[in-house]
């Protein structure tokens, strides 16, 4: 892997610092922002490969950084905040997060899911982890592996890695019912806990995305106190 590039975004100064210093000791290339509007110039002129994103800022706050970002990139973005809260964080998700700390963090714990996000998304994004031309299609849905891009009846429709990924783990098992736990088991690489409202709140993003109604799905269905499919068709 090449060294990676993050941006750690956060309008206390201190804080910030202090997140830089923390990753570069990990041999990371480490740019600041202070605010989300920053954040956007830096992110349009360099080639970002992560963001760590506090959600109370001036200007732009995180949670509205992150949606601008997911409107063209999809890299992953991990939300800091002082909130704790169950809706606080499925809001954070639902808004194109792939994953959320809370303050005050552990050094070693953000170190450690900084890695987790890199280590997927550059396996995700690197196109020799794949044969040429192996595509997964079913029914109107054509997943290509290699270039990592879902097409819906031929148009192609922008998704997040974590989407792509929970995709791709279901395609390859159409018709196979997976729990939460068994989706985020196998997604995330970690494991599951409280992952009910993580999986679901991907799951229904798909399903805006890929589904002419995302209440009576086509394709992502969901079974009721078991987990979720794609159809087999």
């Not at 031929?154 to 792509?164: C, F, M, Q, S, Y």
């Not at 995305?209 to 009576?216: A, C, L, Q, R, S």
């Amino acid at each position: 892997m090449d060294q990676a590039k993050i941006l750690v975004v956060d309008d206390d100064v201190e804080i910030a610092r202090a997140i830089a210093k923390l990753l570069k000791k990990e041999e990371y290339d480490v740019l600041i922002a202070h605010n989300g509007l920053e954040a956007l110039d830096i992110i349009s002129t360099e080639a970002i490969h992560l963001i760590v994103l506090d959600v109370m800022m001036p200007k732009l706050d995180g949670l509205s950084t992150t949606m601008k970002v997911r409107e063209k990139k999809n890299i992953p973005i991990i939300i800091l905040s002082a909130k704790s809260e169950d809706t606080d964080k499925v809001l954070g998700l639902s808004m194109g997060a792939d994953d959320y700390v809370t303050k005050p963090f552990s050094p070693p714990e953000l170190i450690a899911r900084v890695k987790s996000q890199l280590r997927r998304y550059f396996q995700l994004g690197d196109a020799s982890n794949f044969m040429p031309e192996q595509l997964i299609e079913i029914g109107g849905l054509r997943l290509d592996l290699e270039g990592m891009q879902l097409y819906v009846d031929g148009d192609p429709v922008r998704l997040t890695a974590k989407e792509l990924k929970i995709m791709e783990f279901l395609m390859s098992h159409a018709g196979v019912v997976f729990s939460a736990d068994k989706i985020y088991e196998r997604v995330w690489n970690e494991t599951p806990y409280a992952a009910e409202n993580t999986v679901m709140v991907h799951i229904r993003r798909i399903r805006e995305k890929i589904e002419i109604n995302p209440k009576e799905p086509k394709y992502l269905k969901v079974v009721w106190g078991i987990g979720y499919k794609i159809e087999k068709f």
